[in-house]
């Protein structure tokens, strides 16, 4: 997960998976000795991974006195069409559940939490807002076919989601703004 501020979040997961590998069953030494602790289940091990991120999100919004700008990704799993192994990452990633752990720490730290439309994101130039689906040069890679920009596509897809949320924020602080969808 990438922040508009450009900084990598949560990759204690992926170096997790990097990691696993088949255990032999716990054996001991001597009669009596305790068997050696299973390594924590996947989904607490999820869970509190999730409170971690969720945690470090709130604070830094906190701590610049800034809102949370997260994409609606209700439906994804059905919208989405992924390569096999894709699929398990995706499938596997509980992002509704971190959604709700941003939403409820953000609510207790007062810091605004806003949902927008993740369409066309990752085409979309954060500098121009020009949107063409050649602008993403590859997995990694975006150039603005528009006006030349250049960088990470995550970090430039961060950036719209950010921009996205600063116009989600004034419409929440009109009086009479449709609270439930935004941009």
């Not at 997961?13 to 289940?41: D, I, M, Y």
């Not at 610049?64 to 398990?88: D, F, H, M, S, W």
């Not at 369409?119 to 602008?135: E, K, L, M, P």
Request: charge should be positive.
């Amino acid at each position: 997960m990438v922040v508009s501020a450009g900084r990598l979040v949560g990759d204690k997961r992926s170096l997790r998976c990097a990691q696993r590998h088949p255990n032999p069953p716990p054996t001991t030494s001597f009669p009596g000795q305790a068997v050696p602790a299973e390594e924590p289940h996947p989904a607490r091990f999820a869970t509190d991974t999730n409170h971690v991120i969720a945690k470090r999100i709130v604070a830094e919004a906190e701590r610049t006195g800034r809102g949370i700008a997260l994409e609606n990704l209700r439906g994804i799993r059905g919208r989405v069409r992924l390569r096999k192994p894709q699929r398990a990452t995706l499938h596997s990633w509980a992002f509704d559940q971190l959604g709700r752990f941003i939403a409820y720490k953000a609510k207790r730290a007062g810091v605004l939490v806003v949902q927008v439309d993740p369409a066309y994101t990752s085409q979309a130039c954060s500098a121009c807002g020009h949107v063409d689906r050649n602008n993403r040069m590859d997995q990694a890679t975006f150039q603005c076919r528009s006006c030349g920009f250049a960088g990470h596509a995550d970090w430039n897809a961060a950036r719209n989601i950010a921009l996205r949320g600063v116009a989600g924020w004034a419409a929440v602080n009109q009086p009479n703004a449709d609270r439930r969808r935004v941009a």
